[in-house]
């Protein structure tokens, strides 16, 4: 996963969120993104994370599904007060199916207990993409867009307190954007979300973390604004 803000010079402004998170349009993100009979289901109201889970261990509505070993849906508290917001899965939970669970996720458990959240008890984890994409290689297009409308789901029933959005990938595709992370990373951005909008902080993934120990501080920095508006909320 590459989320050196070095990667990238683009500086474009950032746009209104994909519209493929947005649950209202996820019905027509997924209708768009996968033939009718292997599309993601819309949401209803009497979705749950355990159908969305079903429902992505299930999928076949793009090519990742063919090289996984385990579609990786999620983990966390049903009511989080934080969503963390990753990119996709590794070879470590590919293997195990749960989110973050290699080096870069027990550095995530760490720089998430600091501040005392916790995926056991008020954190949920979850990727744009839910399928491992080979040889960690960035999710392509196509791929994301036919995974949207799982992620658009858990936010609509999570209805977390707060975002917060690991990695370029995941910050450019929620945000809709080119923009380097090392620009957008440090304030809150609304997150539209149906009739909400979501404070979403998007900072350094901690795979970036463990390659570029510059990157600690401002990641550092980062925990320590979610931190003060939970306190504050
Ligand atoms: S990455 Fe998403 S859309 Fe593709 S097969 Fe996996 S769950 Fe389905």
């Known amino acids: 996963m590459r989320d050196d803000p070095a990667d990238d010079p ?24 996968a033939p009718p009979d292997s599309a993601p289901p819309v949401i209803a109201s009497d979705d749950s994370l355990e ?8 999928c076949t509505a793009c090519k990742l599904s063919a ?17 963390v917001i990753g990119e996709g899965p590794g070879a470590d939970e590919d293997a195990t199916g749960r989110p973050f669970v290699g080096k870069a996720g027990q550095l995530l ?5 600091s501040i005392g ?3 056991e008890s008020n954190c949920y984890i979850a990727n744009v993409i839910k ?3 080979p040889g960690n290689r960035d999710p392509q297009p196509d791929e994301t867009a036919a995974c949207a409308s799982f992620l658009a789901r858990q936010i609509q029933l999570l ?24 620009k957008l990373r ?10 909400t909008a979501i404070p979403f902080l998007p900072t350094y993934h901690p795979s970036a973390l463990l390659r570029n120990e510059d990157l600690k501080r401002p990641a550092w920095e980062d925990l320590k604004l979610l931190r003060a508006a939970i306190e504050g909320q």
């Open 10 to 33: 683009m500086t474009e402004e950032i746009a209104e969120p994909a519209a493929e998170y947005l649950p209202e349009m996820a019905r027509e993100a997924a209708t768009e993104a």
């Open 51 to 58: 159908l969305v889970a079903a429902d992505v261990c299930g």
């Open 67 to 83: 090289t996984r070993t385990n579609a990786v849906p999620g983990e966390g508290a049903p009511r989080p007060l934080v969503m």
């Open 109 to 113: 458990d760490k720089m998430l207990a």
């Open 117 to 119: 959240l916790y995926r």
């Open 131 to 133: 399928c491992r994409p």
């Open 159 to 182: 209805q977390p307190r707060f975002i917060l959005c690991a990695g370029r990938i995941a910050a450019q595709t929620l945000l809709n954007t080119s923009t380097p992370i090392g």
């Open 186 to 195: 440090g304030k809150f951005i609304d997150f539209k979300a149906g009739d």
